[in-house]
């Protein structure tokens, strides 16, 4: 069974930091590349942070130097480290396995909201 939950957003001023955890079953997370994707409102998921199985990390260009990503591999979890928070980064943010640069699964869990504002 698919399980996908994500947790630690919340409201946060900008500049401030967030650091967000996924937790996934070990039949989506074993082996797969892991991505964390956001959609604010009235756009489209994107995939801001990706990372491979042997911990190779890729960013978009908008959260690049800000955000880190990190994976333990040992217990199915995922990690998002947000610092420098900006308004344009609040969105709900989801993980997801990734394949071919898509999500791996159809199947989302319920996200964790991220909202910046002063």
């Known amino acids: 069974q698919v399980q996908l939950v994500e947790s630690g957003g919340g409201l946060v001023q900008p500049g401030g930091s967030l650091r967000l955890s996924c937790a996934a079953s070990?039949?989506?997370?074993?082996?797969?590349?892991m991505g964390w994707f956001r959609q604010a409102p009235g756009k489209q998921r994107e995939l801001v942070a990706f990372?491979?199985?042997?911990?190779?990390?890729n960013y978009a260009d908008s959260v690049k130097g800000r955000f880190t990503i990190s994976r333990d591999n040992a217990k199915n979890w995922m990690y998002l480290q947000m610092n420098s928070l900006k308004p344009e980064d609040t969105a709900v943010y989801y993980c997801?396995?990734?394949?071919?640069?898509?999500?791996?699964?159809?199947?989302w869990g319920q996200g964790t909201q991220v909202t910046v504002s002063s």
């Open positions: 990372i491979t199985d042997d911990l190779s990390t």
């Open positions: 070990g039949s989506l997370f074993s082996g797969n590349g």
């Open positions: 997801n396995a990734v394949r071919n640069g898509l999500p791996a699964s159809i199947y």
